[in-house]
């Protein structure tokens, strides 16, 4: 088995490359099995790395290091690959995906116990010819979460400074969209509020929608928020945050679903994994057991089977 650390030079503003090939040496110092650093030169450059890596036909684990947006890159060149097992590595800022496992979630830090651990199928969702491996959004949030880095990056702006000044003036450019909903049985037109598709739990620094999504049990949990006001969204986002929407079905609507099709009257942000493409057209769809994830030893997450809920609520 080889192994392909895929380090991003960029993500927690301070390069880890170092940290990562000191890290490597020790775990793989008496092993027998191959492992080769790459540090990325620019966005999407990791899928392209990861498949030439596994044209060799060997087995392959690939160290997404950085954050969420690493690990995204990491998953789109892994998925749909046999000999191909992927996880995060985190040293970056953003790390949701991890927070799924809840008291689990820092086994991902554990360098040994990734390369000493298993490996499971998990589902993708497909979003305009791109994968997602946790959540997939549009609407308020996913506005507010691509205009953070722009705000961020000003004098005196930063960190939870730039969360704040985004929202303000994405609240101020309105807060709602045109939105055609498609949905298996359910559409809806008009404006609406955000829609999230969750295959995980956590998204935009700690926003846990779905308390029971699960990467591998074949479904998405989907919320749609209707047309809301400022006092109502403010009332209400502490509650979506929480993992408390189902207790408002008058402005929320949550389905279980594995596709959603969305159309704008003109283009709009999508959030994949706290990356940001744009479209007018948003189709998602989920790609059942379309990459495997490393397990890390002693993870139990995954021996957890999944309890059974109603197929659509609100």
Known sequence: MKHLFIV??????KDKTELVRRRAEEVFAGREEAYEVYVTKAAMDAPGRIRQAAAAGE???VYACGGDGTFNECVCGAAGLDNVAVCPYP?????????????????????RALVEGSEHP????????RFCANICSVGIDARIGTDVHTYSKLPLIGGATGYVVSAVVNVLRGITRQMR????????QGENTLVCA???????GGFNPSTTARPDDGILDVFIVKKVGLLTLARLIGQYAAGKADN????ITHLRTDRVEISFDEENVVNIDGEAIFAREVKMQLVPGAVKLVVP??????????????MAVG
């Not at 991003?8 to 503003?13: E, S, Y």
């Not at 589902?123 to 010819?129: M, Q, R, V």
Request: glycine content about 14%.
């Open 198 to 204: 969750c295959n995980g739990r956590f998204y935009g």
């Open 297 to 310: 030893r002693g993870m139990r997450f995954f021996e957890e089977s999944a309890s059974p809920q109603a």
């Open 248 to 251: 408002y079905p008058k402005y």
């Open 59 to 61: 087995p392959l684990r």
């Open 122 to 129: 998990i589902d993708l969702i497909e979003c305009n010819g």
């Open 91 to 111: 040293t970056g800022t953003g790390n949701d995906f991890c927070r799924m496992f809840g008291d689990e979630k820092d086994l991902y830090r554990d360098l």
């Open 8 to 13: 991003n030079p960029t993500a927690g503003g």
């Open 181 to 188: 909903i498609r949905c298996g049985d359910f559409s809806a």
